[in-house]
């Protein structure tokens, strides 16, 4: 089995060693085909994503070369004229097996997913364990050698708003473990990263008030909301107004409540989607019966 890790520089593992990905439209090539794993990409887009303007006559020969090369690469050891397993021919074009790779990010998707259904049963021990473990496949931004390719920054944004959502999960689960003053330090860095996730700062203000820090608690409040009005234009939405109001009267619930009820968001369809996100708080996870898991 060939790993491949895009959860930060592209990178492949060939039996156990590192490979030499070649030149950068070599690497690019490959990035198009681990983003799209398991899926055949047409000759068409990938000429269209390797060559800027009309592609040159000799397009063709020189994709079959670098198809070549990452044969040699990828499985070093294939006799001559054996077919080829992991870098297959299609009838539309080029794709990678999904039988024969492993790829981080479809590790940090089942990863994330485990922890959010551990959330939602209510075990979030089990949920910080399985977010730890999600990001800790993470070594830089996604794809950070080849992010500015087109083929994959649909790709890089819907993995970084994803891994967005699982930090925030495990400061949820960190509240609900009652590790205040661990998740406040966390999440007051967030905020300061992520200025406009309403939900982060939600949590901050849940941490600080329970870390017996009710102004500070309070503050935050007024800080997002005042950044939410000058930047967008608009009010926090009702969760973080609600949680101000128990602040104000010190409402027991908030020592009860594990964590403040999570925002609707979009479902991610599938691991390629290039998908639409908003700034406002964690996603739903896609589980195998097509439905979703809710916080």
């Not at 000429?47 to 670098?66: C, F, I, K, Y």
Request: hydrophobic share 45%.
């Amino acid at each position: 089995m060939v790993e491949f890790r895009a959860l930060g520089p592209l990178e492949a593992v060939v039996a156990g060693h590192q490979a030499d990905l070649g030149a950068p439209k070599q690497r690019a090539l490959l990035a198009l085909l681990v983003s799209r794993v398991g899926q055949p990409v047409a000759v068409d887009v990938i000429r269209e994503e390797l060559w800027t303007g009309p592609p040159p006559p000799s397009a063709m020969t020189s994709l079959q070369a670098l198809v070549a090369k990452l044969r040699r690469v990828l499985e070093p050891e294939r006799a001559p004229r054996t077919p080829p397993t992991v870098l297959r021919t299609h009838p539309s074009g080029y794709l990678l097996d999904s039988r024969v790779v492993d790829v981080d990010v479809r590790r940090f998707g089942e990863r994330a997913t485990a922890g959010w259904q551990a959330w939602d049963r209510g075990d979030p021990r089990q949920a910080l364990t399985e977010f730890d473990a999600g990001l800790a496949l993470w070594r830089g931004p996604a794809y950070a050698d080849v992010a500015n390719a087109s083929s994959v920054v649909p790709d890089v944004a819907r993995l970084e708003e994803m891994r967005l959502s699982v930090v925030e999960g495990r400061c949820a689960a960190l509240l609900a473990m009652r590790a205040h003053q661990v998740a406040v330090a966390e999440l007051e860095a967030f905020v300061q990263a992520h200025p406009l996730r309403e939900y982060s700062w939600e949590l901050l203000s849940l941490g600080l008030y329970r870390a017996g820090r009710q102004a500070d608690a309070l503050a935050v409040l007024r800080t997002i909301k005042m950044r939410l009005a000058e930047e967008l234009g608009i009010d926090p939405r009702p969760a973080l107004q609600h949680l101000e109001r128990k602040i104000l009267n010190q409402d027991p619930a908030l020592e009860m409540d594990p964590t403040p009820a999570s925002p609707t968001m979009p479902v991610l369809d599938r691991p390629t989607a290039a998908t639409q996100f908003g700034t406002t708080g964690p996603l739903r996870w896609p589980v195998e019966d097509g439905g979703a898991l809710r916080r």
